[in-house]
């Protein structure tokens, strides 16, 4: 089975607030985009990738991306205004071939390749919906509406999930047709349409880029 990752940038960045789509910002001489592209395409599995860029920027995403030299294996199309419907443009412009789908924010720039490999080989495995996961390190409480605590979770069943997360494809086509409401990532789409999802090791590289703080943080991983 094919592999494709879908990788979505077509935020409008504005917790990060550097005056262009977070995409575009630079990382050690980088936009963020080409280092989530070629982290995805150093992966020798991945044998297609769509970048969904945001619907003014798409030669930017084409020049970005110019650096990689694998026109043969990338497409860009327009992304939505949230990013459900951005993985949504993402899984029309996938390819007849593509059995398996990782869907990778470009947000989380210095996720690692063999993350990628670890996650594809999780599905391979059997586990039609796969995310990485790290032990959440705060205590996390449930509040309501005024502040007040309604719980206290046990921190020892929790993890923070990051992308990329992988698929088989007709179990992600089928929960976006299911429930394409707002989520923040689409395992949750998944488990909404009654599917599971197993937890993979995950990578401290594969922080997501927010605010102006993790954009420090992602300097310093650089350079480890
Ligand atoms: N994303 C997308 N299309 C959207 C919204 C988000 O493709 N309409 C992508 C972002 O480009 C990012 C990933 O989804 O790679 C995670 O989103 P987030 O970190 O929230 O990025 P932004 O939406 O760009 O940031 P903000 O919410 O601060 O504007
Ligand atoms: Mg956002």
New binding site residues.
């Given amino acids: 089975m094919s592999v494709a990752v879908i990788l979505?940038?077509?935020?409008?960045?504005?917790?990060?607030g550097a005056g262009a789509?977070?995409?575009f910002v630079m990382l050690g001489g980088q936009t963020l985009l080409e280092h989530a592209a070629r982290a995805a395409l150093d992966c020798p599995e991945v044998t297609h990738l769509v970048v969904?860029a945001p619907s003014s920027h798409l030669d930017d995403a084409a020049h970005a991306l110019r650096p990689l030299d694998h026109a043969d294996r990338v497409d860009i199309v327009a992304?939505?205004?949230?990013?459900t419907?951005?993985v949504a443009a993402g899984l029309r412009a996938l390819r007849h071939e593509d059995g398996i789908v990782l869907v990778h924010?470009?947000?989380r720039a210095l996720a690692p390749s063999e993350l990628f490999g670890s996650v594809i080989h999780a599905v391979r495995s059997g586990h039609p919906a796969v995310v990485p996961g790290v032990p959440v390190v705060d205590t996390i409480k449930e509040v309501d509406g005024s502040g007040r605590v309604t719980a206290t979770l046990d921190r020892s069943r929790l993890r923070a999930v990051q992308t990329p997360q992988g698929f088989l494809r007709e179990v992600l086509e089928h929960a976006h047709a299911h429930d394409g409401g707002p989520a923040t990532d689409d395992a949750g789409l998944v488990e909404r349409a009654g599917g599971h999802v197993r937890v993979i090791e995950g990578d401290v590289r594969a922080h997501?880029i927010?605010t102006p703080a993790d954009l420090v943080v992602a300097e310093q991983l650089l350079e480890c």
């Fill in positions: 979505v940038a077509a935020g409008r960045g504005e917790r990060l789509p977070k995409a969904v992304g939505g205004d949230e990013r419907a951005s924010d470009a947000a997501k927010t």
